[in-house]
């Protein structure tokens, strides 16, 4: 019988921080090590994909999926979703690359077929769907940055060039970054190159847009 209820208190957590961090979240074993054994998490996990409440995404990894009333179905993982979730389980340290951080932001709508993300991790990739999720080992330039918010705009800007910082760009950017993180971003993103933390300036209504 304590068998049974410890399982099942495992469940009700498993599934209070499942249901806590939102449609979409991806997670491994790992984020519930707390809860109880390695052997105990895994039955739980495994309950709750029978019940449908989970999907697995790839070997390791599940999500809490997004359903579309619109369309009748799952939508597809959030990569950027997994990728975290994958980092959390191995302990890499990772980021965008500069075309992920632009899908990402929004600056582009077009899932690529290939999403990179630099890490001080070996080099993997897996296949999510018809996506290829690469991790390349990397020294981590932007990983002085305190806000995953900074790392995304100045990798973003950088792979976008100076010549293509358009107020269209802009305000596409400023419509994705929370206003109140403007005052933290700003100061986070000092450093950065000077046409880059103008475009930041920009973005935060630091400076006119003219």
Known sequence: MAGIKSSQAIEYKASL???????????????????????????????????????????????YPIFSDLLNQQLSPDLDQVAQALARKFGWHIQ???AAAQNLIG?????????????????????????????EHTALKEAGFKLRESALLVQALKALGSDWVTPGVIEKTRVWLDP??????????????????KAIQQICREESDG
């Open 180 to 197: 109140n993180l403007h005052e933290k971003v700003l100061v986070d993103t000092k450093t950065a190159t000077g046409w880059v933390y």
């Open 107 to 135: 600056l582009t709508t077009q899932v690529p077929s290939r999403i990179v993300y630099l890490s001080d991790g070996p080099d993997r990739s897996y296949w999510v769907g018809k996506t290829k999720l690469v991790f």
């Open 17 to 63: 921080r499942i249901r806590g961090n939102g449609r979409g979240w991806a997670f491994s074993q790992r984020d519930f090590a707390r809860l109880g054994s390695r052997d105990a998490v895994d039955k739980t996990l495994q309950r709750l994909l029978r019940k449908g409440t989970i999907r697995r995404v790839i070997r390791g990894i599940y999500d």
């Open 96 to 98: 965008p690359s500069g």
